[in-house]
């Protein structure tokens, strides 16, 4: 069984958006086997978490982030340092029943994209956890 | 960084974006769609060929326009949708909403 070390790194959250899209490249290029659609997910599942943490973590200071890639599939891991988000902030998200609304979709797609997604908080920090099978 | 632009073609505008359309850029497209609207060019073509990237709140931004446009007695359409972009607009059920083309050419085309 092929297993590797997670690609990691810490960034300020202003610089998480840049840093999300940059790691997922180096992970994709560490590991081309991984298929276009299953990429597509993750960024989008990634992205969508990365810009929560971003839009409400307005008391964050650090953010972390790793992927870790294996023949069971892809995870990648959040941390900030910012305030708590309600623990039912996952399990909670729905879709918009209007097809036009303008926000609110972000986790249910995140969700909706990754085979799991969890958020708890651990001692000072915020982290998501989410993978994707094969 | 993302670049916005717009042109008018035959009265009708075109915006176009380079690169991510996210948290970050999705204000900017939105009082852009928003301000171009009011001046009087009703009817729109969202360029996404150069967007490599769109999350919920670029979608937002383009849903935003559309309302816009629609109350305005216009209408925004999408052209050039490709690769997460695609994948994204499907995934938050928004290809039956709008008018999609695969080129602005297309769009353009038959605009009442």
Known sequence: MASTDPLALDCRPDELLDAVHALLERAWAAHPEVGEVDRMMIVTAVGEIAANVVEHGATATVASLSVA???DGVRVELWDDGDPLPADTVTSATMPDDPLAESGRGIA?????MDELTYRRDGERNHWSMARRR | MTELGTETRDGIAVYSIQGRLDLV???NLKSL?????KGGLIRGVVDLSGADFIDSSGLGAVIGGLKAAREA?????????TGQVDHALKLMKLDRVFGRYSTVDEALDGFD
């Open chain 1, 69 to 71: 890639v294996d023949d």
């Open chain 1, 109 to 113: 797609l995140a969700r909706d994209a």
């Open chain 2, 25 to 27: 850029a999705a204000p």
């Open chain 2, 33 to 37: 769609i928003d301000t171009t609207v």
């Open chain 2, 73 to 81: 007695g216009g209408d925004l359409r999408i052209a050039g949708a």
